[in-house]
């Protein structure tokens, strides 16, 4: 039992049904978050971060249909599960930093009486210490005069207080799994910092396992182990944050690095990402990043992607493992897929030994490690 993650997310379709066509929202995307690990979520506004998040709490949209794929939190289905069972499961065991606080805040109940309800229902508050426990739950997220604060109303509060109402709210019940979805965004540096280190003292300490969202990829860069990048609905590539960030090898990963401001960066040097995320409910290419990408091959509108796999569990080199053709280099260098086709003037695919912080990519043109560097 040791062994099965948090969150399992694995090869998870899910589609919007609206009047204007379905939204083909996320595609084949997996990942996990273990006991004790903190896992980023990054991509474009639009790429599947918050869509995924919901379905990890059962809580996706009356039109969003998982058509596909498993979800399952430590071991447990969630996509299927009975609305009763998931109640049971949400603020004791899993819970959620929503993305906008007011909105996930109710406004004629005070902070207090809302993280209390929290409590009672699921951390075992009685009528007798629930305040209590609240006014320690606000006072652990740095709530100056948090009794004082308990008695407020959502309106009568800041944005960046009502975010960490919300996170309070999320953290009161010492939930196993905690979904940030872009916890810090309204926040002072500082505030962040500490809220940074709170997540991550609580992940140290009592094994809680985090899926960080954020935008803020200097944020990803420092507080979590792993990154997950999205972009429209398609999870591109994955890593151990050090690998990744030194050596993307998805060109969307590499833009999205560069367009990352930095202090060391003019704004000259800031990149742009090239064209726009694709309509979700249009027909779309293999890689939806097909129209952006300026390492396309003709093999990228022919081919279905190659599949995100991990190299070294499945005992496989490099990016590409054993559930897609294993690209082999002719004379000249070029890499050929089982097929014998050409894919890629160059790339890392099947021919280096794998790099102890190695990570996975899902492209046919990876970028080679010396361009990413
Ligand atoms: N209820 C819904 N009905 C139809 N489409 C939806 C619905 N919810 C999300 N989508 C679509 O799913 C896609 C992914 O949306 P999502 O909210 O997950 O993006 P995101 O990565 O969280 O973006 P952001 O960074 O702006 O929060 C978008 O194209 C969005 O329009
Ligand atoms: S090289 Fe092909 S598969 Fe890779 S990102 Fe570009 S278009 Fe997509
Ligand atoms: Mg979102």
Known sequence: M???PLLEVDDVSIEFRTRSGVVKALEDVSFTVAKGEIVGLVGESGSGKSVSAYAAMGILDAAGVVTKGRIAYQGMAINGAKERDLQALRGREMSMIFQSPRTALNPIRTVGRQIGDVLRRHGGATRQNWRERA????????????????????????????????????????????????????????????IMDLIANLCRARGMGALLITHDLHLAAESCDRIVVMHAGHVVETGPVQALFARPLHPYTASLLAATPSPDRSLDDIGAIPGNLPDLRAPL???????????????????????????????????????????TANAAGQLRSGDGSAVAPGGTGGQNPPHPNHHTVRCWNPLRTEEAA
């Open 2 to 4: 040791s062994n099965v």
């Open 135 to 194: 006014i320690a739950a606000l006072a652990q997220v740095r709530i100056p005069d948090p009794a004082r604060r308990a008695e407020a109303y959502p309106f009568e509060l800041s944005g960046g207080m009502c975010q960490r109402i919300c996170i309070a709210m999320a953290l009161a019940c010492e939930p196993k799994l905690l979904i940030a979805d872009e916890p810090t965004t309204g926040l002072d540096v500082t505030t962040q910092a500490a």
């Open 285 to 327: 290419p293999p890689c939806r990043y097909r129209t952006r990408c300026q390492r396309a091959l003709e093999v990228c509108d022919r081919e279905p992607l190659p599949a995100l796999v991990e190299g070294k569990k499945e005992g496989t080199q490099g990016a590409f493992g054993p559930l897609h053709p294993q690209p």
